[in-house]
């Protein structure tokens, strides 16, 4: 029986995808303190988690049956993630699950700014009733610059041409064009052509601070700029300059340098107060088609794991996806990456007679990950062998 603790109300799809699989599922509604998970994770082999629970190297230490952790948001910073892959535990995460929330929170933005709906919403709630068209564009046949081409950028892509915008991107790397989107070769080239700029950007270091007062200055003058990406990557004083002198007629900001940690805890933000500017609590992934599609997605791969022992998206262990045949025994390996792993393991196969019918290895870092499918039968000695050897981490017989 596999045993599973669910905590933090995980979504109701991701449990009856587990319980159809005749999984024993726990769930918690809140977060657990190391203790009280220290107690409650052995003989789980599942532990479904979001962002609260802290999952500890002692937390691992404790979890003598844990298989896999499924972190059902986007973010594992809360996973020891390092310690998990020296136990052999795959960590999986929802990385795409709110990417379609993101895009739209994004087309409503550019079209809400190109009409300036907000300050003829302001007006309205304040009683004044003001039917003028000045500043009020339609977003057909204007350009929107997309910088960042990864997931959210060429999802967004596709919708704004569907919406008659005409469509530019700047990325670091290569990426095909979608449709008829045009491929900037210089970030200053995006800024310099584009009605609206998008940032969708990842947050690796460099990103920090990278879009500040040069960059505005290249932005068309009257132009709107909107970041659902990373509060870091923006410089909001730069920001809030080029909205108060005009190069910028509107914006929007999911995303802040420092979020408040808790609902209804004071915001603090230079773009407080400006005309033509929306704020939203980064909310950009944050619907109900998300966390339900999270539930799914991660569950899946949970079960997945469990079953075919395939590791592909895991966070921490290196990548790998044998397809299954009929009748066949998979054996797991997962080990320390030293050179020779792979002969030794063969040349104990080879020493039993073992039928090997397909194998695949990869190695992340300082951990290697083989799947190897036999044939017919293996002796105990054999698995004896392999748990035996220097460099196993952990072993596991699926068939
Ligand atoms: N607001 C929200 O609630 C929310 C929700 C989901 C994701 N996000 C954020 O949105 C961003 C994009 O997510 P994604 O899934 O599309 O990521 P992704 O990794 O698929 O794409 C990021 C792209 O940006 C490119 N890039 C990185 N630095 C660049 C630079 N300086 N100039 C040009 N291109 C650069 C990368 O090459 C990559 O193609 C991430 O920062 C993510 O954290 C925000």
């Not at 339609?138 to 999802?155: C, D, K, M, P, S």
């Not at 200053?188 to 040069?214: C, I, K, M, Q, Y």
């Not at 990869?362 to 392999?386: A, F």
Request: aromatic share 4%; with cysteine.
């Amino acid at each position: 029986m596999v045993r599973v603790l669910l905590l933090e109300n995980i979504h109701a799809d991701a449990v009856a995808r587990l319980e159809a699989e005749g999984y024993q599922v726990e769930s918690v509604s809140s977060a657990l303190d190391e203790a009280e998970l220290i107690e409650r994770v052995q003989g789980v082999a599942l532990l479904g988690i979001r962002s609260k629970t802290k999952v500890t190297a002692a937390v691992l230490d404790a979890a003598d049956s844990l298989v896999a952790i499924g972190a059902f948001c986007i973010g594992t910073d809360q996973i020891d993630l390092v310690a998990a892959a020296a136990k052999g535990v795959a960590v999986f995460n929802a990385p795409f699950s709110n990417t379609r929330s993101v895009v739209e929170l994004a087309v409503s933005e550019i079209i809400a700014l190109t009409r300036r709906l907000t300050e003829k919403n302001a007006g309205m709630h304040a009683g004044v009733w003001d039917k003028s068209a000045d500043g009020a564009h339609e977003i057909r046949g204007r350009r929107l610059g997309i910088v960042g081409y990864g997931n959210i950028g060429t999802q967004l892509s596709v919708l704004a041409e569907n919406l008659g915008m005409h469509v530019s991107f700047y990325d670091t790397a290569d990426k095909l064009a979608l449709s008829n989107a045009h491929r900037c070769a210089s970030l200053e080239e995006l800024l310099e052509t584009s009605d609206v700029v998008t940032l969708h950007v990842d947050g690796r270091p460099g990103n920090a601070g990278f879009f500040g007062a040069d960059q505005f200055a290249r932005m068309r003058r009257g132009s709107i700029f909107l970041n659902l990406s990373r509060g870091i990557v923006v410089d909001h004083v730069a920001l809030r300059d080029a909205l108060a002198g005009g190069r910028l007629a509107g914006a929007a900001v999911d995303v802040f340098p420092h979020e408040p940690k808790g609902r209804g805890d004071e915001f603090v933000s230079e773009l407080r107060g400006l005309p033509n500017v929306i704020l939203t609590p980064h909310i950009g992934g944050s619907t109900e088609e998300a966390q339900s599609d999270i539930g799914d997605f991660v569950a899946n791969k949970l079960v997945h794991f469990v079953h075919e022992g395939n590791t592909t998206l895991s966070v921490n262990l290196p990548g790998v996806a044998l397809p299954q045949q009929d009748g066949m025994s998979r054996i797991v390996h997962v080990h320390v990456n030293t050179p020779g792993v792979l002969a030794q393991v063969n040349s104990i196969l080879a020493e039993h007679k073992v039928n090997v019918e397909g194998q695949l290895l990869s190695t992340r870092g300082e951990y290697g990950y083989l799947i190897t499918d036999i044939s017919g039968g293996y002796s105990d000695e054999v698995l004896d062998r392999l748990r035996a050897m220097d460099q196993t981490v952990r072993l596991r017989v699926l068939s």
